[in-house]
Nanobody, 121 residues
Framework: QVQLVESGGGLVQAGGSLRLSCTASGSIFRINVMGWSRQAPGKQRELVATITPGGSRNYADSVKGRFTISRDNARNTVSLQMNSLKPEDTAVYYC???????????????WGQGTQVTVSS
């Protein structure tokens, strides 16, 4: 099995920044793509950003230009730098991983426990 443990998150005012981090452990040979998804109350889980070991990135249109995903392959970590945060970014953010890129959050096999991000207006 693969374990994903997130850190970061919290409460920030609109326009502020937060950084999320996630560390993978266990059967990490099973994973290739790592990334972040989020789920706001009453909404479907949304794939926010993904990154491959080679550094190829994908972003949701809603976060392009504001969020940056990065990865340290040696430490099995993935981070999400979130700038210019908006109230609509408020959600539980989940680290996710998979053997290959999938376009929707529900297609990822491994998940962290989630961390709350709240952006006040």
């Amino acid at each position: 099995q693969v374990q994903l443990v997130e850190s970061g998150g919290g409460l920030v005012q609109a326009g502020g920044s937060l950084r999320l981090s996630c560390t993978a452990s266990g059967s990490i040979f099973r994973i290739n793509v790592m990334g972040w998804s989020r789920q706001a109350p009453g909404k479907q889980r949304e794939l926010v950003a993904t990154i491959t070991p080679g550094g190829s990135r994908n972003y949701a249109d809603s976060v392009k230009g504001r969020f940056t995903i990065s990865r340290d392959n040696a430490r099995n970590t993935v981070s999400l730098q979130m700038n210019s945060l908006k109230p609509e970014d408020t959600a539980v953010y989940y680290c996710n991983a998979n053997d290959m890129f999938r376009p929707t959050a529900s297609e990822y096999d491994y998940w962290g426990q989630g961390t709350q991000v709240t952006v006040s207006s």
